[in-house]
């Protein structure tokens, strides 16, 4: 059973624009969430977190929101870029001493010039 | 540059071969991690070691034996692997919450 979904494998999306990405989850006992980006041939990079003690957090033009009633939680892009462009997993935890994260499978962003 | 290095970034085995995938990361942290990536799947943790201790083993199967030396290296031996294997597998580091990663190593069993 995947604990962490992220249901849109892929996304368009006009420069200048919003990007939506979203990710939902099923433990109720995830605290802390975390997007990655990845670059093909890269691995993932960290771009943003949040704990469960929050419902936002925002980082230049990047903004988590969390849902903990919902179980859902969105990256906002805005404005997006063509350099934007990569897939994006969301990745949640327990328990941030464990070191154990539990990922989505991606959702591939492209932003268009 | 991440700071978290994989060699070899491409391997292709036969499933009677032996091989080892290197991880080197020179950022003082103290938890190395192996994940794998399959086409269309989750990332998978395999591993977590902490300390060179192993402290998680995500039920892999014992033809992926992983070796941590130092808080700096981490190996991941392989055997017998079957053509479901082929993924891309990824090494991590961590020192608090935020994972950072190598660039994988593309592994192809025929």
């Known amino acids: 059973d995947q604990q962490v979904k992220q249901n849109s494998p892929s996304l368009s999306v006009q420069e200048g624009r919003i990007s939506i990405l979203n990710c939902d989850y099923t433990?109720?006992?995830?605290?802390?969430f975390l997007w990655y980006k990845k670059y093909p041939a890269e691995g993932p990079t960290f771009l943003i977190s949040?704990?469960?003690?929050?419902d936002k957090n925002e980082d230049g033009r990047f903004t988590v929101f969390l849902n903990k009633s919902a179980k859902h939680l969105s990256l906002h892009i805005v404005p997006s870029q063509p350099g934007d462009s990569a897939v994006y997993f969301c990745?949640?935890?327990?328990?941030?001493?464990?070191?154990?994260?539990?990922f989505g499978t991606g959702t591939r962003l492209k932003v268009l010039a | 540059e991440t700071g978290v290095t994989q060699t070899p970034r491409h391997l292709v085995m036969g499933m009677t071969n032996k091989k080892s995938l290197k991880c080197e990361q020179h950022?003082?942290?103290?938890?190395m991690y192996w994940y794998k990536q399959s086409a269309k799947k989750p990332l998978e943790l395999m591993f977590v070691?902490?300390?060179?201790?192993?402290?998680e083993n995500n039920s892999v199967p014992s033809r992926f034996s992983p070796e941590c030396p130092n808080s700096s290296h981490l190996f991941l031996h392989l055997h017998t692997l079957q053509p479901e294997d082929s993924a891309l597998y990824l090494c991590?580091?961590?020192?608090?919450?935020?994972?950072?990663f190598g660039p994988g190593t593309r592994l192809t069993v025929l």
């Open positions: 991590a580091s961590s020192k608090e919450d935020e994972q950072f």
């Open positions: 433990n109720s006992m995830f605290d802390y």
């Open positions: 949040i704990s469960s003690i929050k």
């Open positions: 990745a949640a935890s327990s328990d941030s001493g464990t070191y154990k994260y539990i």
């Open positions: 950022l003082g942290h103290n938890a």
């Open positions: 070691y902490n300390f060179k201790e192993q402290t």
